[in-house]
């Protein structure tokens, strides 16, 4: 027969798990709404950007025949040493947040091994940086507490180290990739090829402007445009992810709020059972003895 005492310890233990993961849940909700419109204001900040060098390569056309060239947009004839940077949580406890980021960095590093480059680890967020380390690979970079809390001035100085190895001819490619934010209930894996940059993102429709750019300035503008757009995209993505990290986290502490309502239902029925079995023995004990006492 189950003890009753250790029955009502275990309701009393799940109780509390429940409270701390409902509390866990509403600070997540709360701050996903505050992740959520900075990610928006920062989307209208990328809209225009694009818009700008959409503007700027149809001018540019208009003067080089072929498009825009340059090395952030030149394709090397051979991978030799590839930039992977990924974002990961500080923290644990949102589900498979972390786990699918991971994932998605391991699968890239076999694919371009197999191809024959070098793979460069540059990672943000404890858990990357934790899992990799135990792995006993090696991290190029590693930064601690920008995931949780971007800030363009850290992203800029964390991104400018692969774009000076890059325009330096030290790397071919640089790529990242980190879990976004979709919509409350849904994070998508994002995976942007930032160097060289495909100039099929921008425009180079013919739409009227009232920019002059002289032609003897027009790369000195755009190199300038670029290093911005790069630096922007670094930190656009600290915030996506972070949007996605809350809520990943309220959608695994709800699932955790139901799972102790629903432990807490089948302890319930468990300590009643006992407790009925138990007062059924002590009643068949009774009668027994008034019986043996005739």
Do not use: W
């Not at 920062?42 to 959409?54: C, G, Q, R, V």
């Not at 993102?201 to 790369?219: A, N, Q, T, W």
């Not at 468990?270 to 138990?278: G, I, L, T, V």
Request: charged content about 30%; overall charge positive; proline content about 2%.
């Amino acid at each position: 027969m189950a003890n009753l005492k250790d029955i009502k310890r275990k309701i009393g233990s799940v109780k509390n798990t429940q409270k701390t993961t409902r509390a866990m849940k509403l600070v997540s909700t709360a701050k996903l709404r505050r992740a959520e419109q900075v990610a928006k204001r920062s989307k209208d900040f990328e809209d225009a950007i694009n818009a700008t060098l959409s503007e700027i390569a149809t001018i540019i056309k208009k003067y080089k025949v072929g498009g825009i060239k340059g090395r952030y947009f030149e394709e090397p004839e051979a991978l030799g040493v590839v930039d992977i940077i990924f974002i990961t949580a500080d923290k644990g406890l949102c589900g498979g947040f972390n786990y699918h980021t991971i994932k998605t960095v391991k699968a890239l590093i076999a694919e371009y091994e197999a191809k024959g480059a070098k793979v460069r680890l540059r990672a943000i967020g404890k858990k990357g940086i934790e899992y990799f380390n135990f792995q006993g690979r090696k991290l190029e970079d590693a930064v601690v507490g920008l995931s949780s809390s971007p800030n363009y001035k850290a992203a800029a100085e964390f991104i400018q180290k692969s774009l000076s190895d890059y325009l330096d001819g030290k790397v071919d490619k640089v790529i990242l990739i980190h879990n976004g934010y979709k919509n409350m209930i849904t994070q998508e894996m994002k995976m942007i090829d930032l160097l060289p940059i495909d100039t099929s993102r921008f425009s180079e429709k013919e739409v009227p402007s009232v920019m002059e750019l002289e032609p003897d300035e027009s790369e000195k503008v755009l190199d300038s445009l670029l290093n911005k757009y790069i630096e922007f995209n670094m930190y656009y993505a600290l915030i996506d992810s972070l949007a996605a990290e809350h809520s990943a986290r309220m959608q695994a502490m709800d699932a955790a709020t139901n799972n102790a309502k629903e432990m807490v239902r089948t302890l319930t029925i468990s300590y009643n059972k006992a407790r009925q079995e138990s007062i059924t023995t002590e009643l068949v004990e009774i009668i027994s003895g008034m019986e043996a006492m005739k």
